[in-house]
């Protein structure tokens, strides 16, 4: 697969969110970025894990996993252990969306998102994360307009972007052709206030400079409010 010629390797690749493409789950959205997609579906469930003891709060986690023929050959599925970086992903996933949560207001409750690879094409953390953020919000409205929670338990949006150096050149977004190959690979977690939540930067080549990581955060920070964007008008909001 190769990023197509026409887009400017400082833009995003075409972002669509669908929602509902699930019937039975309290929320869920099918998010495509490029060739990626990602199914997130939101589980809500009474209840809260037992090592939070007497903790009041509710909680939110994440389970990710690639289909088998989400690649370009295929991918063993992971029984009966998951793999290192599987559960490096899932937890990512996972404190992304409680950074932006009241997790007080879920009061009794636990929210698990998961997030199925149906296509990798570069990005699929990320899109993990964007689409999941409309996966949990619409199951917050669900819990909020049926009386069980006293009010909105999210305080602000989330979203998340790939960007890196691909031939000495600043990209954002990068597909698996050109995130193979980067020389610098960043993945960047952002609210829709413009904090940051998470980064995660690798030199692939050589290390990179302390304004090559600013330049890189800079053109992440353009990508997220336009997903953040894009978040707002699939949901209405």
Known sequence: MTRAQTRDPRSLRPVKISLHPIKYAEGSALIAMGDTRVLCAATVEPGRPRWMGQDPRGWI?????????????????????????????????????????????????????????????????????????????????????????????????????????????????????????AEVDLNVVMTGEGTLCEVQGTAEAKPFSRQTLEQMLDLAGQGIKELIAVQRKALKI
């Not at 994440?62 to 937890?91: D, K, V």
């Not at 296509?119 to 953020?133: E, L, P, S």
């Not at 890196?164 to 193979?180: K, N, T, V």
Request: include cysteine; proline fraction near 2%; glycine fraction near 8%.
């Open 61 to 181: 986690t994440a389970e990710y996993n690639m289909l088998p023929r989400a690649t370009l050959t295929r991918t063993r599925r992971e029984r009966p252990n998951l793999s290192g970086r599987t559960q490096e992903i899932q937890r990512l996933i996972g404190r992304s969306l409680r950074a932006v949560a009241d997790l007080a207001a879920l009061d009794n409750f636990t929210v698990t998102l998961d997030c199925d690879v149906i296509q990798a094409d570069g990005g699929t953390r990320t899109a993990a994360i964007t689409g999941g953020y409309v996966a949990l919000h619409l199951a917050c409205a669900r819990l909020l307009k049926s009386g069980a929670i006293a009010r909105f338990p999210l305080r602000d949006q989330v979203a998340a972007v790939s960007c890196g150096i691909f031939q000495g050149e600043l990209s954002l977004d990068l597909d698996y052709a050109r995130d193979a190959k």
